[in-house]
T-cell receptor, first 113, second 117 residues
C-alpha cells in the first residue's frame, strides 16, 4: 500500500459530461502529481501541485483542471468528456519534487461511452 | 527534448531465466534522475530504483540489478532467476533537476514481461 488514496476506482460516464477525480496524498507529502495512462499515449504527466500551488504543467488539455486544497488533497476535473479521454488516471505524491521517489495511487479507470 | 525509449514492447521468458530490460534516454542536462517503476497486473505503479546522473555505480538488490552507462545513455534493468511474480509492465523514467523548480517524470512506453512457469 503506497499510502496514496484515489477515488473512485472506476467511473463510467457519457460524452459531454464532467467528472471529478479525487486524490489524498501520503501523509506528509506536499507534492501531488496527476498522470494519464492510455494505450496509445502511455503514461503522460498532466500537472503537479506543491503545497497548494501549481508547480508544473504537462500535456493537460484545457478541458481539464486541477487544484490542491489546504489539507493537501487534490482533485482533477475533466469536462466536456470525449471518447478519447477514456484512460487510467493516476495520482502520485512525494515530499518535494519529481526527482524524488513518487508514490502512486491505484488509479481511477475512466470510461467515456 | 527529454525522451525515454524502451525498445522492447514485450518479453516472454520461462521461470528461472535471466532477463534484461533496456532503457535509453535523451536529455541535454547534466543533472538528471533515472527511475524504474513496476506495474503489476493489479495496476498500481511501484517504485524500484532512482539513480542520479552523477552516480554511475551499478546497483544490485536481491535478484534485481541495474546498469547505468552515461556513455551510451542507457539504464538497463536485469532480473536474475526470474519468477512468475515478476510478470508486470516495467517503466523506465527520466526527470531533470531544475534546481528548485522540480521537473516531472518522462516515462518510456514500458516493457511487458511475462514469466511462464
Amino acid at each position: 500500500d503506497s499510502g496514496v488514496t484515489q477515488t473512485p476506482k472506476h467511473l463510467i460516464t457519457a460524452t459531454g459530461q464532467r467528472v471529478t477525480l479525487r486524490c489524498s496524498p501520503r501523509s506528509g507529502d506536499l507534492s501531488v502529481y496527476w498522470y494519464q495512462q492510455s494505450l496509445d499515449q502511455g503514461l503522460q504527466f498532466l500537472i503537479q501541485y506543491y503545497n497548494g500551488e501549481e508547480r508544473a504543467k504537462g500535456n493537460i488539455l484545457e478541458r481539464f483542471s486541477a487544484q490542491q486544497f489546504p489539507d493537501l488533497h487534490s482533485e482533477l476535473n475533466l469536462s466536456s468528456l470525449e471518447l478519447g479521454d477514456s484512460a487510467l488516471y493516476f495520482c502520485a505524491s512525494s515530499e518535494g519534487g519529481a526527482n524524488e521517489k513518487l508514490f502512486f495511487g491505484s488509479g481511477t479507470q475512466l470510461s467515456v461511452l | 527534448a527529454q525522451k525515454v525509449t524502451q525498445a522492447q514492447t514485450e518479453i516472454s521468458v520461462v521461470e528461472k531465466e535471466d532477463v534484461t530490460l533496456d532503457c535509453v534516454y535523451e536529455t541535454r542536462d547534466t543533472t538528471y534522475y533515472l527511475f524504474w517503476y513496476k506495474q503489476p497486473p493489479s495496476g498500481e505503479l511501484v517504485f524500484l530504483i532512482r539513480r542520479n546522473s552523477f552516480d554511475e555505480q551499478n546497483e544490485i538488490s536481491g535478484r534485481y540489478s541495474w546498469n547505468f552507462q552515461k556513455s551510451t545513455s542507457s539504464f538497463n534493468f536485469t532480473i536474475t532467476a526470474s519468477q512468475v511474480v515478476d510478470s508486470a509492465v516495467y517503466f523506465c523514467a527520466l526527470s531533470e533537476d531544475y534546481g528548485g523548480s522540480q521537473g516531472n517524470l518522462i516515462f518510456g512506453k514500458g516493457t511487458k514481461l511475462s514469466v511462464k512457469p
